[in-house]
C-alpha cells in the first residue's frame, strides 16, 4: 500500500501491523500511521512543531528496537517493521496515564477542558480507573492575571507544547521549565504575570495545551464545547485569510479555536483572530444602515434609501467641489476583488486617485 506523498522524491518500504507501505526518507512513525489512518495516542506532539518525545504515549514496538520507541520521533527505515497496539503497549502506554494522573487534579467535572482534554479521552480509552500508587494532586499556588489566558498549573502535564510554541513558532519564549522532578511547573521568568515578560496574548500556548492548564478566560464558564455549534471561517480582521473554528451557542460567538493543520494558518492565530471577536456579539453593532434625519439624528433606514442619499451627495460635492474633494479608504477586511472594484469606481466614476488602504487592522 502506497501513503508517501506524490512528490517524486525516492520512497521506503516499510512493514506497519503487517501491512507493506511505502514512505518518504524522513517520515516519522506516526507520519506515516496518520496517513493510513491508525491513531496512535500523542500528548507532547504538535505538528506546528518539532518533535519533543517527552510524554512517552505514542510508544510503538519496532522490530529489533532494544525497547518501544516514540513514534512522534523516531524516523522511518527501509525495511523496518512497526507494530502499533500489542498487549505490551497498551499497558505500557495506560502505566504512562497512570502515572500522569497520579499528581493530576481529579477535577474533570469543573475543568474548563473537560470534553476536550486528550489526558481524559486517553484515560477512558485505557481504561484507567484509578493509580495504583496512590494520589498526590500537586498544589501550586493558581494565578490568574492574564486577561485572555486562564491558567492552572495544578492541570499541567508538563507536556512543553506551550514552552515550545511561544518559543520556537512566535520567537518570544514567556515559558519555561522551572524546578525538578514533581515539582516542576511550567512558569514565567521569575514567576512574573506573563504580561511583563513578553506576551503578546496571542494564546498560542492555549491552542497548544491538551489538557486544562491553560484555557480561554474570557470564555471560562461560559458553555461547554459540546454543547457548541461548530463553524469553519476565515478570520475577517487583514489579509492573511487564516482559518478558524467560530463555536457559538445560542446565536452567541463563545470562542475561536484552531486545530494544527487547518488553513494556510496551520492552527496558528494571532491575538485579534483568536480573542477579538467580542464585537460580533455587541449591542452596538450597526446591523442596518443608518441615515440622517431632518433633525440630523441618525435612524434606522433600508439599503435603497441609504445608498440613495449616497448617490445624491456624491453628485453634489462632485458638482460644488470636484472629483479631488473625495478621498476613498479602503479596508484589509475585504477581498483582493473587492479592493480592486473599490479603486475602480473611485477612478473610473469618481474620478480621483485618492485611494488609500488600511494595510492591517
Ligand atoms: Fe510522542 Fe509525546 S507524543 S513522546
Known amino acids: 500500500m502506497a501513503v508517501a506523498p506524490e512528490t517524486g522524491e525516492r520512497t521506503l518500504t516499510l512493514t506497519v501491523d503487517g501491512q507493506e507501505v511505502k514512505a518518504i526518507p524522513g517520515d516519522t512513525i506516526l507520519t506515516v500511521c496518520r496517513r493510513l489512518g491508525i491513531d496512535i495516542p500523542t500528548l507532547c506532539y504538535d505538528e506546528r512543531m518539532e518533535p519533543y518525545g517527552g510524554c512517552r504515549l505514542c510508544l510503538v514496538e519496532v522490530e529489533g528496537a532494544r525497547g518501544p520507541v516514540p513514534a512522534c520521533a523516531a524516523v522511518v527505515g527501509d525495511g523496518m517493521s512497526v507494530t502499533t497496539m500489542s498487549d505490551k503497549i497498551f499497558k505500557l502506554r495506560k502505566f504512562v496515564i497512570e502515572l500522569l494522573l497520579s499528581n493530576h487534579p481529579l477535577d474533570c467535572p469543573v475543568c474548563e ?103 480561554h478566560k474570557r470564555s471560562r464558564h461560559d458553555v461547554r464545547i459540546w454543547q457548541t455549534d461548530k463553524t469553519d471561517t476565515i478570520c475577517p480582521y487583514c489579509g492573511v485569510g487564516c482559518e478558524f473554528t467560530a463555536q457559538t451557542f445560542r446565536d452567541r460567538l463563545v470562542r475561536v479555536t484552531t486545530e494544527p493543520g487547518q488553513g494556510i494558518n496551520n492552527g496558528n492565530l494571532c491575538v485579534k483572530g483568536r480573542f477579538g471577536m467580542e464585537f460580533v456579539n455587541s449591542p452596538d453593532r450597526l446591523t442596518t444602515p443608518m441615515v440622517r434625519n431632518e433633525d440630523g439624528n441618525l435612524v434606522p433606514s433600508t439599503w435603497e434609501v441609504a445608498l440613495d442619499r449616497v448617490e445624491q451627495n456624491f453628485k453634489r460635492i462632485k458638482e460644488e467641489s470636484g472629483a479631488e474633494a473625495f478621498a476613498g479608504l479602503a479596508s484589509a477586511k475585504c477581498t483582493n476583488e473587492d479592493n480592486y472594484a473599490f479603486q475602480k469606481f473611485m477612478r473610473g466614476v469618481i474620478g480621483t486617485n485618492n485611494v488609500d488602504h488600511c494595510a492591517r487592522l
Open 113 to 215: 477542558a473537560a470534553g476536550d482534554c486528550r489526558l481524559q479521552d486517553y484515560a477512558w480509552e485505557y481504561e484507567v480507573n484509578m493509580t495504583p500508587w496512590g494520589w498526590h494532586p500537586k498544589d501550586f499556588a493558581t494565578r490568574d492575571d492574564h486577561p485572555n489566558v486562564a491558567r492552572n498549573p495544578n492541570r499541567c502535564i508538563n507536556c512543553g507544547r506551550c514552552v515550545r510554541i511561544c518559543r520556537d513558532v512566535m520567537g518570544i519564549g514567556c515559558w519555561g521549565f522551572t524546578n525538578r522532578g514533581y515539582e516542576t511547573i511550567i512558569d514565567t521568568p521569575y514567576n512574573l504575570p506573563l504580561e511583563q515578560v513578553g506576551c503578546v496574548s496571542c494564546g498560542q500556548c492555549v491552542s497548544a495545551c491538551p489538557v486544562g492548564a491553560l484555557t
